[in-house]
């Protein structure tokens, strides 16, 4: 029987424990599918956003993943006169639900999307263009994390933060070196069989198979999702001991799994977390991966204007944006935080800034037409795992 614990980890940090705002994008995706796509078609006549006029507002509200913007930050930036509301959302689908039913009057001003709803958001009048001259930190961003294929120009958003998806494993078990996503599904049949661990996230999953075998990962071809369904539920589901997203947190520590796809910074958060991290090895895998990124976006109707630009702009500091990287463990995308973090008493530093070979071959993931059969996939393996 397959095991489908509760989405749940204790965060090695000593203020509190935090769950993974990736684990809540991926289990729910399963459940969602694509009515996102439904949600997102009803959004007509919208109610008009505020202009900004350099007058402050003295509130702001945010609707945002839980838990997922570093306390101290926020409190520094009410000291500016404007006090900040968070109202947490569990995916993009309710985002998008929200903003759609409420055609204007969310009463939000900021939220957070991931890139890959950016296009059917805009398209449906979700999304207030971007003023950049209100941005002027925009500057601080790296070239590698603007100008992304789901918003040219970043008319929409802004990166708040990135990560990407790999797989670690317990060389103590398996002692050859794994470099690929073909490595990890031979060995996932082999000697980590029945003790492996995959996302629960339909495109994560399928992506194993699709990059082992030089398919695009956004592949909408008849032909390539019944070989994706054929190889991942006949003969890689039996081998699979769990679909969680987040196995690797605790996984690590507790010596659960032998193998663990996994979000690069959820595995720093396993290392941190065990008395034997020499013995678990993370691979950015080739030929590529998903580059997810979640972004600051301003919501249609947004009321409070000056105080949505000042609060994004604010968080594009540098010395800001750090401390965000060391309360949720991924990467802002903000210039030379690489070089800061080697100035602090920052762990596991390659696992939040990979290097730019690895970022240039990742593949962000689209929401087209194959979401639902993934979904369907997915479904299927989970009734077949651990068989």
């Given amino acids: 029987m397959v095991e489908r614990p509760d989405i749940r980890a204790l965060v090695p940090r000593a203020s509190a424990a935090r769950l993974s705002r990736r684990a809540f994008l991926s289990g729910l995706v399963v459940i969602g599918g694509t009515s996102v796509l439904a949600a997102c078609a009803k959004s007509t006549g919208f109610a008009p956003s505020a202009l900004p006029d350099g007058r402050v507002e003295g509130k702001l509200n945010v609707y945002s993943w839980g838990d997922y913007d570093d306390p101290s930050n926020i409190r520094s930036f009410q000291k500016s006169g404007t006090s900040v509301q968070f109202d947490s959302f569990g995916s993009n689908e309710e985002l998008i639900a929200k903003l759609g039913a409420t055609r204007g009057t969310s009463g939000y001003d900021i939220i957070v999307p991931t890139g890959s709803y950016i296009p059917m958001m805009a398209k449906n009048g979700l999304l207030e263009p971007l003023d950049h001259r209100y941005l002027k930190n925009m500057g601080n961003i790296d070239p590698l994390y603007l100008d992304q294929s789901w918003d040219p120009g970043n008319k929409y958003t802004v990166c708040k933060d990135w990560g990407t998806t790999g797989f670690v494993y317990d060389t103590r078990a398996i002692k050859r070196d794994l470099l690929t996503w073909g490595d990890f599904l031979d060995a996932a049949t082999t000697e980590a069989s029945k003790n492996v661990a995959l996302l629960e996230d339909p495109w994560e999953v399928a992506c194993t198979f699709f990059a082992a075998n030089g398919i695009d990962p956004n592949t909408t071809k008849k032909a390539d999702l019944e070989a994706a369904n054929e190889y991942l539920v006949n003969t890689l589901a039996p081998h699979v001991k769990a679909f969680n997203s987040v196995a690797v947190t605790s996984g690590i520590p507790e010596e659960t799994f032998t193998l663990m796809q996994a979000f690069n910074g959820d595995v720093r958060q396993g290392l941190l977390a065990t008395d034997k991290p020499d013995a678990w090895k993370f691979v950015y895998p080739t030929p590529t991966a998903n580059l997810w990124m979640d972004n600051w976006a301003i919501a249609r109707g ?83 795992a651990g068989s």
Avoid: C
């Avoid at 947004?302 to 060391?326: C, G, H, T, W």
């Avoid at 990979?354 to 479904?379: C, F, H, K, M, Y």
């Fill in 302 to 384: 947004a009321q409070n204007m000056d105080a949505a630009y000042q609060f994004i702009d604010y968080i594009l500091k540098p010395e800001v944006s750090f401390r965000e990287v060391d309360y949720i463990g991924y990467s802002t995308g903000i210039k030379d935080l690489a070089a800061m973090a080697k100035k602090h008493d920052f762990s596991y530093p390659e696992l939040v800034f990979p290097d730019a070979e690895v970022i240039q071959r990742l593949t962000p993931a689209e929401v087209n037409s194959s979401a639902g059969e993934l979904v369907a996939i997915l479904n299927r393996m989970m009734a077949k």
